[in-house]
């Protein structure tokens, strides 16, 4: 009953973009997120106050045409050296942000695939921040078309797969994934 009254962001989300079953006017209700997003970007290409690869997230899961210039410009704003680590590493997050958005620096992304697959294949999920084995995997599921990282993804799905067999649900703060530059190539 929520999912067919309610006129929220989220609501015309999960119409449109997961059940594909939009109701008139949610297109209208994404299009207007995107461009609330879209007029918080400043003169460096940076969205809202710190967060510009969460803004870009929040836009391809709208639905945001990831080829829109002001995309572009918050895609390069993250690439450029400063928003690298001190090692030139995208970090996870940013591997599905650049990905989604058709970043051209392909090997900027190989590098950072291979950093996420290295330390996914030594991390310990659950003895680090919650996030870190979901960030480092999610970064992987991104960038599997730019490295040969097949043991390390294998890994991470398979601590994905365990902790569900086991019946302990999801693991602390791994969330599905979503998506991809192929649009829907998420699991």
């Known amino acids: ?37 879209l007029a918080t970007q400043n003169a460096d290409g940076s969205l809202g106050e710190n967060n510009t690869t969460g803004q870009l997230i929040r836009l391809s899961r709208l639905g945001c045409d990831p080829d829109r210039p002001e995309v572009k410009a918050a895609v390069d704003y993250i690439c450029r050296d400063d928003e690298l680590n001190d090692r030139g590493i995208l970090g996870g997050y940013a591997v599905y942000v650049v990905d989604w958005a058709g970043y051209g620096d392909a090997e900027l992304i190989t590098r950072s695939t291979r950093h996420h697959a290295a330390r996914v294949m030594t991390m310990d999920f659950f003895g680090l921040c919650p996030w870190g084995g979901q960030v480092c995997t999610r970064g992987l599921w991104s960038g599997r078309d730019y490295a040969d990282i097949t043991p390390a993804l294998e890994r991470g799905m398979n601590v994905l797969l365990q902790s569900v067999q086991e019946g302990k649900g999801w693991p602390p703060f791994l969330d599905p994934f979503f998506g991809g530059r192929g649009r829907g190539r998420g699991i």
Request: no cysteine; hydrophobic share 50%.
């Open 1 to 37: 009953l929520w999912i067919e009254r309610n006129d929220s962001v989220q609501a015309a989300q999960v119409r449109a973009l997961l059940l594909k079953e939009p109701r008139k006017g949610d297109d209208a209700i994404l299009a207007a997120e995107v461009e609330r997003i």
